[in-house]
């Protein structure tokens, strides 16, 4: 009995070693990926950037289900930010995107928001496409 006791304590550290592997991966990638030049730009002042938010799988590519998870997104990403230095410059129903002003406290809430945010990088003006 002694021996069987023994063999299931160390499979049961075997797995418990495994799981925290796994965990420590899934949190690794959860982490928003910041665009170095945003934090470059928050030191100087506050930065125009868009925040990319990460929906739950399965989300739907397009329709209603797809626009209500974005949505859900949005609200619980601002509700977050709530009390720091940001602006919402634009929000959008059918792409998982915010774009923002914010301040560097704005950028450190946002770093922490592996849930809902996937990167944020600066927003760039783009000339209009050239017709064809």
């Known amino acids: 009995m002694l021996s069987r006791r023994r063999v299931l304590v160390g499979g ?16 690794s990638r959860d982490t ?14 506050p930065a125009r950037v868009l925040v990319e938010l990460r929906l739950p799988d399965p989300v739907p590519s397009a329709g209603p289900a797809r626009e209500q998870a974005i949505a859900t997104a949005r609200q ?20 998982p995107l915010l774009a923002l002003e914010i301040g560097p406290d704005a950028l450190q809430v946002l770093e922490g928001m592996g849930d809902l945010v996937a990167g944020v990088r600066t927003e760039r003006a783009r000339p209009p496409a050239a017709p064809r």
């Open 32 to 45: 928003p990926v910041i665009d170095p030049e945003v934090r470059a730009a928050v030191v100087k002042g």
């Open 76 to 95: 619980a990403a601002l509700a977050r930010l709530a009390g720091t230095s940001y602006r919402l410059v634009r929000q959008y129903a059918s792409v």
């Open 12 to 27: 049961a550290a075997l797995l418990l070693a495994s799981l925290r592997g796994r965990v420590a991966r899934a949190a």
